[in-house]
């Protein structure tokens, strides 16, 4: 396991020797992704079957329920909208080595300041969409940026470490939440606002079935379409942009970037305003394209399920799109799959695979003669 | 409100973030960072509930919670001694797995349910104390008084022993303590899988002694993550962990208490006459632990204290390094 071959006399002419790879081969991340898939599904498929589960059976309802046909694809991809958002919130942070947990919690925010432009009377019911959409999308993504703002504001005022910081945040971001749906916002003391007039949802394919028939019952909205905006924001942003080099530069040697002169504080906060604002669309996206309402528990975890999907993706935003997919259809499925903690079982999985082939791939493995 | 029962409620409760820092500090001490707690907790908290109910015997479970916590560190530290992984992302792993885990073995345990109780204890003569008697030694659980035990024990463990000695070296220098002759893996394994046990432990006091029974998803509510930065605050001395659980979880107790009467020396009280304003309460434990770290990060700068210098980062023999 350990890079030095051991002292023990083998009893074999020739033993395996584990050497760290100078180089990385193009191919290797492909293939350990890949061979980490694989064996995740292998050891969830075999828990499951120890706790009593049909492993086959679970997968195959996984398989059929998410991309069965067009129908249950375009509900994926709905799945699979925040998941990106989220995910790339992720992968942005976590390449500057800011460990942003807080995704969640960012999201929450969002999906309130979307509801806030809808609920408070600041926008009279009967506006056009053109006026009611972006200004979700903006104090959505306001009011996450913010919640994540202040965990880089801490961060870089004060070195208080962020993972603990996002993850509080989280917590106040749910009591916040629930205080509206209970509260000022409840409808008829339901735990749920009253829903959005039609003018604040986000136009879904079957809202032009009357043009194109084939569209009705497809449920995709245009939250997925910005969610891609995003993901090609995000990349351009690391690859083609000065401020993504230093980004990239802080995550991988913050000594050699604070020698070069560049400001880490600065990046710490825009990263985290960057990092919550896209979390903040996912919940945007999610509450004017799906649920039409805030409601309490609309998210069965999105946020964690982003740092799972930027780690799978290994931080590249195109990755992450097909990553959250992947990550879409288990949700969708797992509606139904009980025990309700299965999913979550199957992300630390994945997770841990992940970073074993990660880790592992970083070395070669040789025959020697002794 | 009296408030004597709320402060050993509030010791009652801390015991459980104590417990888990404690652990915690153990694991970073060796130079290994573990953010599983929260995870590692909740299959500790399921494993003493279900094994103390299927044996009638609350020893039992607990063995099976420390049990529980340490299996799961073992798969930390696998992941990242053995395979040099990244432990911050291991750590977020263990606690989506252990969630996961123990929601699915947890599906069908109904709630109300309550299992074999663990003694309380009196001490006869400290009980008599004033204010101090009542608080700290009157009819607490075993595993409180475990907590006064260990954290003398701990401190004295890591400052003044042999042992703790090599632990501060594979933590602080693990070059330096493998040149002298310390098995930098063997000691970073046992210090990773002591202080899953431990975390195993926390969690059993809650589903045993803090609120028994089994509540699904509400059983650890973020605990695990607040004794994570607990850790931090308490700038990796015991000591300080324990003024630190204890103020937390009174905070966290007082905030149930306040939701209780209907007014305050005449004052009607907001909690109790409009419902909504009791989410501002249980938002208040999160902030302190945010402001608690504020404050444990601006004297760790002060005092030039700060994290063992090789945590987080993993050991490879015969590698230029720490």
Redesign the interface.
Known sequence: MTAVPGHRRSLLPFRLRAERRLDTPRWLPFASTGAAIAVALLLSGLLIAIIGGDPFATFEHIGTSAFGDLYVLSDTLVKATPLIFTGLACALAFRMRMWNIGAEGQLLLGAWGASAVVLSGVVPAGTSPFIYVPLMMLCGTLCGALWGGIAGWLKARFHVNEIITTLMLNYIALSWIKFWVFGPWSEGGFQMTPQFPREAWLPRLTDFAKMVPDFGGMTVHLGFVFALVAAVFVWWLLKRTRKGYEIRLIGDNPRAARYAGIDIGRNVILVMLLSGGLAGMAGMAEIGGVVHRLQDGFSPGYGFTGVVIAYLAKFNPFGVVLASILFGALILAGREIQPAGIPAMIQGIVLFCVITADALSRYRVRLVRT | MNLELILAAGVTSGTVLLLAALGEILTERSGVIN?GVE?MMFVGALAGFKVSVDTGDPWIGLVAALIAGGALAA?HAI?TI?????Q???G?????????????????LAGGMVGPRLPTITLPLLASIPVIGPVFFTDQSVLVYLGYLLVPVIGYWISHTRPGLHLRAVGEQPTAADALGVNV?RLRYAYTIAGGALAGLAGATISMVVSPGWNSTQTT??QG??A??LV?FAQWSPLRALIGAYLIATIRRLTIDLQGPTDFFGIPNPFFT????T??L??LP??L??FI??LG??EA?KRRVGAPAALGIPY????RGM
């Open positions: 953010l995870g798969l992941v053995g395979f040099q992984a990244d911050i992302v291991s977020l792993a263990l606690t989506l797995l252990g969630t996961g885990v123990a929601l699915v073995l947890g599906e069908g893996y509510s973020g993550w607040i994570v930065g931090i409009y419902q909504p304003y989410f501002f249980d938002m999160y902030a632990v945010i770290m504020v990060a601006r700068i490879v023999r015969g590698e």
